[in-house]
């Protein structure tokens, strides 16, 4: 990206893990995206309404984050994502691009009306889980299947005093058109590592959908510049990708606490993506650490369940998963650099260690 000009600059090769059509149109999707609100914000018609700009974060998930041996489970996700700065509406505003209205006239149906502020966050997503043994080449019955999925989604956040209601579409491919195999083994040749040998036996492709709603609220305490607060959540997602329902917290203690929603990568609204009500003078140095907890009833998940309509390697799901991590996040000027570890209760039945995966997040307000 040149960030002189807004712009995004993608090159790849027919055989390049991007170079396949559905991905390349999911990331020139969020390119289109990102350069039209880059000059939107830059018309007369965008005033700067708090101190959220357009911003670009990218994510990056890993289980080698989690220790040694860690290479399992959820191994990789990468996640590409731009954040609108606060809105009107969802179908006029002209600081989003001509073509998100164009594709919020569609949606109407899961935007809110009625808040102080809010605004909307594009994401282009990569998630590859593989089994404990690399080495096997034939199907590992009780290990989770290889599987990887490839989503675009399209956030709504609606805020209104401290409470907030944030709706996400996700819209993707599971199985080999989302391209897990070559990315992981790309990865893996730049690191030295040994490749996934079982690779045949993931998911087959099929199309799928997730459609995930959470209330939050806020509550802060402190003045100064030393501040706590603790963002609760609680919510579901629908679709054949995964369906459940959670609830949990998050804890935060720094020197000026971001005025929003949560810092964590795991939350629909977290990663400073949500409106914010206030703002601090500029270019000031902010550092906060967080805790955060979620727990849910799984009612499907397609990387444990298998394939909808297909028949596909699937495992013995728990019904009931915790979640629990720590992090720390750093800000100065238009930068934002975030480094977080998560745990998880095992996830199905046999599965021998329970998931360890850390996480890095650097963002760039435009």
């Known amino acids: ?71 399992e489970g959820y191994t990789n996700g990468v996640q590409l994502s ?14 989003l691009p001509r073509m998100a209205r164009l594709v919020n006239r569609y949606l109407t149906w899961i935007q809110p009306e009625g808040f102080d502020q809010q605004n909307m966050v594009f994401t282009l997503g990569q998630e590859i889980y593989t089994p404990a043994d690399y080495t096997r080449k034939d199907l590992i019955e009780d290990d989770r299947p290889y599987a990887a999925a490839l989503l675009v989604g399209f956030g709504y956040n609606a805020r209104k005093g401290d409470s907030l209601r944030t709706t996400l579409l996700k819209l993707g491919w599971v199985g080999p058109s989302a391209r897990g195999e070559e990315v992981q083994n790309a990865v893996h040749s730049v690191l030295g590592d040994d490749k996934f040998e079982g690779w045949n036996n993931q998911l087959r492709d ?18 100064g510049k030393w501040t706590w607060d603790a963002i609760t959540h609680a ?8 369906t459940f329902v959670n609830g949990g917290a998050e804890l935060r203690f720094g020197r000026y606490l971001p005025d929003d929603f949560g810092s964590t ?9 949500a409106p914010r009500s206030q703002t601090e003078p500029g270019g000031v140095f902010r550092i906060h650490g967080f805790l955060t907890a979620d727990g849910r009833w799984v ?3 397609i990387t444990l369940d298998g394939n909808t309509w297909k028949d596909s390697h699937s495992v013995d799901k728990r019904r009931y998963v915790a979640y ?4 720390v996040a750093v800000m100065k000027g238009r930068w934002k650099f975030a480094l977080a570890r998560y745990y998880s209760t095992r996830e199905f039945d046999g599965q021998d260690e329970p998931p360890v995966f850390g996480s890095f997040t650097v963002s760039y307000a435009l």
């Open 1 to 71: 990206m040149d960030f002189n000009t807004g712009r995004f600059m993608i090159c790849t090769t027919p055989n390049h893990p991007l170079g396949h059509p559905m991905a390349r149109a999911g990331w020139l999707l969020l390119a289109a995206a990102a350069c039209g609100s880059a000059h939107a914000a830059e018309t007369e018609g965008c005033p700067t309404r708090t101190e959220l700009p357009p911003t670009v974060n990218f994510r990056v998930d890993n289980d080698l984050f989690g220790g040694q041996d860690q290479d």
């Open 324 to 327: 629990a991590g720590y992090g």
């Open 235 to 242: 919510g579901g997602a629908l679709g054949n990708y995964k």
């Open 206 to 223: 099929e199309p799928v959908f997730m459609l995930q709603h959470e209330r939050m609220h806020r509550y802060a305490w402190g003045q």
């Open 299 to 301: 009612g499907r998940d």
């Open 82 to 95: 731009l954040v609108s700065p606060n809105l009107k509406n969802y179908t006029d505003d002209p600081c």
């Open 265 to 273: 990568p795991l939350r629909p609204a977290g990663e400073n993506t």
